[in-house]
């Protein structure tokens, strides 16, 4: 039985998260992914218009898959602490297991790009953040809790996020954004939801 290969454009999107994370704080020049990829650069551009294309398609992937799990979440579980906690941990597992799209999302792979992507980063981080704010406005409406100030507490377990996050692509990806996490979680849901 034959094994069929993936498609080239996912071949070429996966030798640039490679490249993303074996290269840590370096530019990846479209000649380095052709080779990386096995193909010519011509075909590259054949699959993807720009290396702002391939930038995007990676934004693309990190949305489709953290929302859609999001939206399995909030199916599936009706406990608010849980729910803050069950996406927390997505998106934390999600850089440990993506390293190269952490540096996308945190735009450090970014930079020289257009303005174009560093909006679709804002928008990915904005949508997370509006998301963990209705689960804590929909807390008060339907629990009678939950943070006073559902909007802070949102913005607080964004900054822990995105903390984790740069300080795994600050260590060269040595320290996992889920080093800890239980005690750090532990910690916020005390302030978050006091007794």
Not at 127 to 133: E, T
Request: charged residues 25%.
């Amino acid at each position: 039985m034959a094994t069929t290969k993936p498609p080239r454009r996912q071949l070429i999107l996966e030798a640039l998260v490679d490249q993303l994370e074996k290269s840590p704080g370096e530019r990846i020049t479209t000649a380095a992914l052709a080779r990386a990829a096995g193909i010519s650069e011509a075909a590259l551009y054949r699959h993807f218009a720009s290396k702002a294309k391939m930038f995007e398609g990676l934004i693309e992937f990190a949305e489709e898959s953290v929302f859609t799990r999001i939206n399995q979440i909030l199916e599936e579980d009706r406990q608010t602490r849980s729910r803050c906690a069950k996406i927390v941990y997505l998106v934390l597992a999600f850089s440990a297991r993506n390293p190269g799209i952490t540096r996308v999302l945190l735009g450090d792979a970014l930079v020289g790009e257009t303005g174009r992507l560093h909006a679709r980063v804002e928008q990915f981080f904005a949508r997370l953040q509006a998301q963990l704010r209705q689960v804590l406005r929909e807390a008060r409406m339907r629990e009678g809790g939950g943070p006073e100030e559902p909007e802070a507490a949102a913005g607080l377990m964004l900054a822990l996020v995105e903390g984790r996050m740069h300080q795994f692509m600050r260590t060269r990806f040595a320290t996992s954004p889920l080093d800890q996490w239980e005690a750090q979680w532990r910690l916020l849901e005390q302030s978050l939801f006091p007794a």
